[in-house]
Each structure stands twice: as structure tokens, then as C-alpha cells.
């Protein structure tokens, strides 16, 4: 188990941060946007786990939150070993923490929950409740750790698995937040094109 004594140690104040296992590099770094990146999103996914537990009780909201749970502590993992000099993973022989079965798992999931969808008559626009709607955002940050990973990955070796798995997590995102609003009966805006008819909105 980890143990955290102190918060601050000022050794960032110049604007680089060390990473696991020694080494300091700026905090503008590839390696540092992809690991914030996956931070961001982690902390987005609590967000939804809090409104997912708001809503009625039931197996559904319980298995939603333990998928959630799962996922986030893969996150994390990821995180740390992004957050790790490369250096120093190799020579300890640290094993990579995305592990290839991460994206199957999620297929399964996908899978299971899409049976239950019916089939998109236009794309989703973002909104609907409060779990649905932070699932959205979820992915589209899920989204841009896809693509700080993909930059990182041009200057340093990543495992394929890295990025499968980030890419495999958006879809399900996705998927999360139209099962979401299905189980509680919750309507989806779905994008109209080129929308015509203006509401109107001059205040009487």
C-alpha cells in the first residue's frame, strides 16, 4: 500500500516534475499530458460513480458502479506507469499494467449492454441526466488521453495494448452513458442536422 506523508515538496516549482524510479522532465511534457490526461479522466469517472449512486437502487446502478470501480483502478495503474521512468521500469523489470485482456473484458460489457439499446436513429448529442451526461464527457477526454498517448508513443515505446485498451474504453463510454439512460428511463437529444425550426427565444 502506498503511504502519502506530505503534499507539497516545492520540487516542482520550476516547472518540472520527477517521475517514479528518478529523472525529472517539464511538466509540459508528452509523458505528463498523457498521465494528467488519464488523471483528468479517472477523476471525471468518480464524478459519475457519485450521480450513478443518487440514482434508484437496484443491481443495474450496483454493477454499473463496480464496472466503473474496475476501470478506474486500471486507470490509475496506467497512470503510475506512465507517471515512471522508462529508464528505470526497464531495468527493474516492472511489468506493464495494462494487461491485454483490459479490452476484451470491455468488449464483453459492451456487448451486454448494447442488447439491451435499441438501434441510434442520429449521433447522441451530449446531455440527458447528470451520470449520462458526465459519461459524455468522460469519453471525449477518454478521447484526447487517446491522442496524448499516440503522441507520446512516437518518442518513446508503449505496448499496442496501451492504446487499444484507451480506444476500446471511449467506445464503452459510450455505450455507459446510453445504458444509463435507458435503465432510468431518461430521453436521449439526438442531433438534428441542420436544424430549421429556431425556438423561440425573446423574453415577453
Not at 479517472?42 to 449512486?53: D, H, I, P, Q, T
Not at 498517448?149 to 474504453?169: G, H, K, M
Not at 467506445?171 to 452513458?177: C, G, H, I, T, Y
Request: one cysteine or more; hydrophobic letters at 40%; charged letters at 25%.
Amino acid at each position: 500500500m502506498v503511504r502519502i506523508n506530505k503534499v507539497y515538496t516545492r520540487a516542482g516549482d520550476t516547472g518540472e516534475t520527477s517521475l517514479a524510479g528518478g529523472g525529472r522532465i517539464p511538466k509540459d511534457h508528452p509523458r505528463v499530458e498523457a498521465y494528467g490526461t488519464i488523471d483528468e479522466l479517472n477523476s471525471l469517472l468518480g464524478l459519475v460513480r457519485y450521480f450513478n449512486r443518487q440514482g434508484p437502487p437496484g443491481a443495474r446502478r450496483d454493477k454499473l458502479d463496480a464496472i466503473l470501480g474496475v476501470i478506474q483502478n486500471w486507470l490509475f495503474d496506467f497512470g503510475s506507469e506512465l507517471a515512471t521512468d522508462p529508464e528505470y521500469a526497464r531495468k527493474t523489470g516492472r511489468g506493464l499494467s495494462v494487461k491485454e485482456h483490459y479490452a476484451a473484458w470491455l468488449e464483453e460489457v459492451i456487448d451486454a449492454m448494447n442488447e439491451e439499446l435499441d438501434p441510434l436513429p442520429s449521433f447522441v448529442l451530449p446531455g440527458g441526466g447528470a451520470a449520462a451526461a458526465f459519461l459524455h464527457q468522460a469519453r471525449t477526454v477518454c478521447r484526447r488521453a487517446e491522442r496524448r498517448i499516440l503522441t507520446l508513443s512516437r518518442e518513446e515505446p508503449l505496448a499496442p495494448q496501451c492504446q487499444v485498451f484507451i480506444n476500446r474504453l471511449s467506445d464503452a463510454l459510450f455505450v455507459f452513458s446510453r445504458w444509463v439512460a435507458h435503465s432510468l428511463g431518461e430521453e436521449e437529444p439526438l442531433w438534428e442536422p441542420e436544424m430549421k425550426e429556431l425556438p423561440d427565444w425573446k423574453w415577453k
